[in-house]
Protein backbone atom coordinates (compact mmCIF):
# COMPACT_ATOMS: atom_id res chain seq x y z
CA UNK A 1 0.00 0.00 0.00
CA UNK A 2 1.26 3.53 -0.82
CA UNK A 3 2.05 6.27 2.15
CA UNK A 4 -0.29 8.14 -0.44
CA UNK A 5 -3.16 5.63 -0.45
CA UNK A 6 -3.15 5.29 3.48
CA UNK A 7 -3.18 8.86 3.90
CA UNK A 8 -6.28 9.14 1.98
CA UNK A 9 -8.00 6.72 4.30
CA UNK A 10 -6.95 8.83 7.25
CA UNK A 11 -9.03 11.69 5.98
CA UNK A 12 -12.07 10.06 4.62
CA UNK A 13 -14.92 7.84 6.25
CA UNK A 14 -15.85 6.30 2.92
CA UNK A 15 -14.08 4.99 -0.33
CA UNK A 16 -15.53 3.76 -3.85
CA UNK A 17 -15.25 -0.49 -4.34
CA UNK A 18 -14.92 -1.44 -7.81
CA UNK A 19 -16.01 -5.29 -8.53
CA UNK A 20 -16.16 -7.68 -11.16
CA UNK A 21 -20.06 -8.76 -11.44
CA UNK A 22 -19.65 -12.29 -11.29
CA UNK A 23 -22.54 -12.75 -14.12
CA UNK A 24 -21.65 -9.50 -16.58
CA UNK A 25 -18.17 -9.61 -15.77
CA UNK A 26 -18.66 -5.95 -15.46
CA UNK A 27 -16.48 -3.70 -13.08
CA UNK A 28 -18.94 -1.50 -11.00
CA UNK A 29 -17.81 0.90 -8.44
CA UNK A 30 -20.08 1.84 -5.63
CA UNK A 31 -19.48 4.12 -1.80
CA UNK A 32 -18.54 1.70 0.83
CA UNK A 33 -17.83 2.91 4.59
CA UNK A 34 -15.02 0.96 6.19
CA UNK A 35 -12.77 0.28 9.32
CA UNK A 36 -9.08 -0.03 9.68
CA UNK A 37 -7.60 -2.16 11.83
CA UNK A 38 -3.63 -1.74 10.93
CA UNK A 39 -3.22 -3.39 8.23
CA UNK A 40 -6.51 -4.34 7.54
CA UNK A 41 -9.66 -3.09 6.00
CA UNK A 42 -12.63 -4.48 6.89
CA UNK A 43 -15.86 -3.82 4.82
CA UNK A 44 -19.81 -4.57 5.41
CA UNK A 45 -22.35 -5.15 2.68
CA UNK A 46 -25.69 -2.97 3.65
CA UNK A 47 -27.78 -6.20 3.12
CA UNK A 48 -25.28 -8.59 4.28
CA UNK A 49 -24.67 -12.10 2.11
CA UNK A 50 -27.64 -10.99 -0.39
CA UNK A 51 -25.50 -8.28 -1.22
CA UNK A 52 -24.28 -7.84 -4.86
CA UNK A 53 -21.39 -7.24 -4.66
CA UNK A 54 -20.63 -9.04 -2.02
CA UNK A 55 -21.87 -11.57 -3.83
CA UNK A 56 -19.45 -10.35 -6.43
CA UNK A 57 -15.99 -10.73 -4.59
CA UNK A 58 -17.09 -14.15 -3.54
CA UNK A 59 -16.75 -15.07 -7.06
CA UNK A 60 -14.05 -12.55 -8.24
CA UNK A 61 -12.06 -11.68 -5.18
CA UNK A 62 -9.77 -8.91 -7.23
CA UNK A 63 -11.36 -5.36 -6.29
CA UNK A 64 -10.25 -2.19 -7.15
CA UNK A 65 -10.19 0.60 -3.85
CA UNK A 66 -10.05 4.59 -4.32
CA UNK A 67 -10.49 7.27 -1.56
CA UNK A 68 -9.84 10.99 -2.45
CA UNK A 69 -7.98 10.37 -5.42
CA UNK A 70 -5.50 7.58 -4.49
CA UNK A 71 -6.48 4.31 -5.70
CA UNK A 72 -5.71 0.59 -4.50
CA UNK A 73 -5.88 -3.01 -5.94
CA UNK A 74 -6.70 -5.67 -3.67
CA UNK A 75 -7.91 -9.18 -2.68
CA UNK A 76 -11.20 -9.27 -0.71
CA UNK A 77 -11.43 -11.84 1.90
CA UNK A 78 -14.77 -12.88 2.89
CA UNK A 79 -14.95 -13.02 6.97
CA UNK A 80 -18.14 -15.52 7.64
CA UNK A 81 -17.32 -16.05 11.42
CA UNK A 82 -19.98 -14.84 13.44
CA UNK A 83 -17.87 -13.45 16.19
CA UNK A 84 -15.29 -11.90 13.61
CA UNK A 85 -18.57 -10.21 11.76
CA UNK A 86 -19.67 -9.03 15.15
CA UNK A 87 -16.42 -7.39 15.99
CA UNK A 88 -16.43 -5.86 12.26
CA UNK A 89 -20.07 -4.15 13.61
CA UNK A 90 -18.45 -2.93 16.77
CA UNK A 91 -15.82 -1.72 15.07
CA UNK A 92 -18.59 0.08 12.55
CA UNK A 93 -20.50 1.20 15.73
CA UNK A 94 -17.41 3.08 17.23
CA UNK A 95 -16.67 5.04 13.83
CA UNK A 96 -19.85 5.45 12.01
CA UNK A 97 -22.33 5.39 15.50
CA UNK A 98 -24.79 2.41 16.27
CA UNK A 99 -28.07 4.18 14.87
CA UNK A 100 -26.82 4.84 11.17
CA UNK A 101 -25.21 0.82 11.55
CA UNK A 102 -28.58 -0.61 12.82
CA UNK A 103 -30.55 1.43 10.13
CA UNK A 104 -27.82 0.93 7.39
CA UNK A 105 -26.68 -2.45 8.08
CA UNK A 106 -29.57 -4.41 9.54
CA UNK A 107 -28.02 -8.09 8.64
CA UNK A 108 -24.62 -7.88 9.36
CA UNK A 109 -24.20 -11.57 9.05
CA UNK A 110 -20.96 -11.41 6.51
CA UNK A 111 -18.15 -8.93 6.52
CA UNK A 112 -15.19 -8.79 3.74
CA UNK A 113 -11.27 -8.28 4.89
CA UNK A 114 -8.80 -6.58 2.53
CA UNK A 115 -5.42 -6.76 3.14
CA UNK A 116 -2.81 -3.78 2.91
CA UNK A 117 0.28 -4.39 1.83
Not at 65 to 82: F, I
Amino acid sequence: MTSDFQTALDSTSEIELTATGRVSGRRTSRPVWFVREGDRLFLLPVTGSASQWYRNVVKTPAIHLAARGEEYDATATPVTDRGQVAHVVDDFRAKYGARDVAEYYPNPDVAVEVALR
